[in-house]
């Protein structure tokens, strides 16, 4: 099993920004996508952001122009900058990697998920 370990996160006012960081220490292979979700209350969890392997990313809408996902230097990690943050931002946020296995042809995606670290925006 992969441990993804998250970091950043907390309280922050409107229009003020923050940084998530995950990393997958114990992974002896290279992940296909990372990237984050997140989880308000009382609703679905959402995707924010993906960045995949070839360095393509995807964002909700929501945070386009606002957030920015990263891979890191170090193999498996993955970051997310946060900007110019709204109250609606306020969430739980889940770090996500997914492996990728082709054999014969077949494709097989495994996910893995963090424990989730809170955002709240608030003043």
């Known amino acids: 099993q992969v441990e993804l370990v998250e970091s950043g996160g907390g309280l922050v006012q409107p229009g003020g920004s923050l940084s998530l960081s995950c990393a997958a220490p114990g992974s002896i292979f290279s992940f296909y996508a990372m990237g984050w979700y997140r989880q308000a209350p009382g609703k679905q969890r959402e995707l924010v952001a993906v960045i995949i392997s070839d360095g393509s990313t995807n964002y909700t809408d929501s945070v386009k122009g606002r957030f920015t996902v990263s891979r890191g230097n170090a193999k498996n990690t993955v970051s997310l900058q946060m900007n110019t943050l709204k109250p609606e931002d306020t969430a739980v946020y889940y770090c996500?990697?997914?492996?990728?296995?082709?054999?014969?042809?077949?494709?097989?995606?495994?996910?893995?998920w963090g424990r989730g670290t809170q955002v709240t925006v608030s003043s």
């Open positions: 996500y990697a997914q492996r990728r296995t082709i054999t014969l042809g077949i494709i097989n995606d495994y996910d893995f």
